[in-house]
Nanobody, 124 residues
Framework: QVQLVESGGGLVQAGGSLRLSCAAS????????MGWFRQAPGKGREFVAS????????YYADSVKGRFTISRDNAKNTVYLQMNSLKPEDTAVYYC?????????????????WGQGTQVTVVT
C-alpha cells in the first residue's frame, strides 16, 4: 500500500505562485513514478505533470508547460509541483498519484494510488 498526502494548496492571485507537496509512505518511494493531476468543477480529471522514479524524465501538459515544474526528493519521500504565473483556469483540486513502475506516463489509468487532493484557487 502507498499513502499519499498533498499539501500547499490555497487561494492566490493571478500571476502568483504556489508550491504543492505530496508526501508518500508505505512502500519504497524511489522505485516508482509520480504524477500530478487536477480536476476543475464540472470537468474530468486531467493530467498536469509526471516524473520518473529517478527524476530524470518529466512530462507536462501543454497548458502548464513553462509555468509548472515537477520535482522529487527521494530522500524525503516527497514530490513537488512548483506553480508559477498562475491563471484563473488553473483553479482545480490537485491530486498526486503513484505508479508502481519506474517510467512516468500521462494517463491517469496507469496510476494505482491517489491522494485526497488539495484545492488551488486562482483569482483575478
Amino acid at each position: 500500500q502507498v499513502q499519499l498526502v498533498e499539501s500547499g494548496g490555497g487561494l492566490v492571485q493571478a500571476g502568483g505562485s504556489l508550491r504543492l507537496s505530496c508526501a508518500a509512505s508505505g512502500r519504497t518511494f524511489g522505485s516508482y513514478a509520480m504524477g500530478w493531476f487536477r480536476q476543475a468543477p464540472g470537468k474530468g480529471r486531467e493530467f498536469v505533470a509526471s516524473i520518473s522514479w529517478s527524476g530524470y524524465s518529466t512530462y507536462y501538459a501543454d497548458s502548464v508547460k513553462g509555468r509548472f515544474t515537477i520535482s522529487r526528493d527521494n530522500a524525503k519521500n516527497t514530490v513537488y509541483l512548483q506553480m508559477n504565473s498562475l491563471k484563473p483556469e488553473d483553479t482545480a483540486v490537485y491530486y498526486c498519484a503513484a505508479r508502481l513502475l519506474r517510467a512516468a506516463t500521462i494517463d491517469a489509468n496507469d496510476y494505482s494510488y491517489w491522494g485526497q487532493g488539495t484545492q488551488v484557487t486562482v483569482v483575478t
